[in-house]
């Protein structure tokens, strides 16, 4: 049985209209502009409001990337969430999503892989397209990590913002789509970025809450170190599952999480930051959402076209990993 070659037909990104600054921050905790962009490169973030759940951030970038697909809820088999900030710890965002744009037949659930979701989740929502089961599927990356932040911690508070990005997958034109994916998992490893407490292990009570343990916990030297290593380890993997050399990238669309970052691994891959997606100067570290905004603002500002080489690689809780390679085809956006 010949292999379906599944691409992206629709691509969309919400982000809410207020912005904390690096000023903003310098009057919460002991911190400054200078110092924040020196060592992560972020400038602003945006931050949800009160009422804005993961749900309503990825609903909106949903209805976007449908209308660029040209498709309707109804022609949707299956909605994907990836999230580390889920409406509920049940039912799934996906499903809240699902009602909210009626799509009738989707079924529906979440993917919890903290930065790495959206990798995740793309991988798996095309192999359900490549063996036949479904026609269409939604996927979709959406954070409010602004309410799980510890607004007086400098070290993790600086790196988040809010924002939702989302595609639409379905059978492309053999040659192009997703050629190659890459994931990898290291548990061990996992207390360097956790939540404690909220979870069946450590369940919420009055001292979970007054000693912080509902916020990001994270140990930035150690996922500095690993995220430089797995970020080219990751890349070339894909590249070369693709059959393609790193040289015959176009478009490195890294996870949003620190400039320092983005650019070791450039460095590492020999490729120029004029080759790099980056966003995160304007929204900082939108975890599962990080890859697709700054891919959706690629496509729209044209830098991105037709027949172009990516590869989307991120790092996250877990500790995981993920990289993707796609031959852009743009069926479905400008086509």
Known sequence: MKKISVGISGIGSYVPDKILTNYDLSQMVETSNEWIVERTGIETRRIADKDQAASDLATRAAIKALESANATPDEIDLIIVATATPDHLFPSTACVVQANLNAKKAAAFDMSVGCTGFVYAVATGANFISSGIYKKVLVIGSEVLSKIVNWEDRNTCVLFGDGAGAVVLEQCKDGYGILSYELGSDGKDRDCLIVPAGGSKLPASEDTVKNKLHAI???????????????????????????????????????????????????????????????????????????????????????????????????????????????????????
């Open 217 to 335: 916990q994270m140990e930035g030297r150690d996922v500095f170190k690993f995220a430089v290593r797995i970020m080219e380890k990751a890349s070339i993997s894909a590249t070369e599952k693709a059959g393609l050399k790193v040289e015959e990238l176009d478009f490195l669309v890294p996870h949003q999480a620190n400039i320092r970052i983005i650019d070791a691994a450039l460095k590492k891959l020999n490729l120029s930051r004029d080759k790099a997606c980056i966003n995160l100067n304007k929204y900082g570290n939108m975890s599962s959402a990080s890859i697709p905004v700054a891919l959706d603002e690629a496509v729209r500002d044209g830098r991105i076209q037709k027949g172009d080489n990516l590869v989307m690689v991120a790092f996250g809780a877990g500790l995981t990993w993920g990289s993707l390679v796609i031959r852009w085809n743009k069926e479905g956006i400008d086509d």
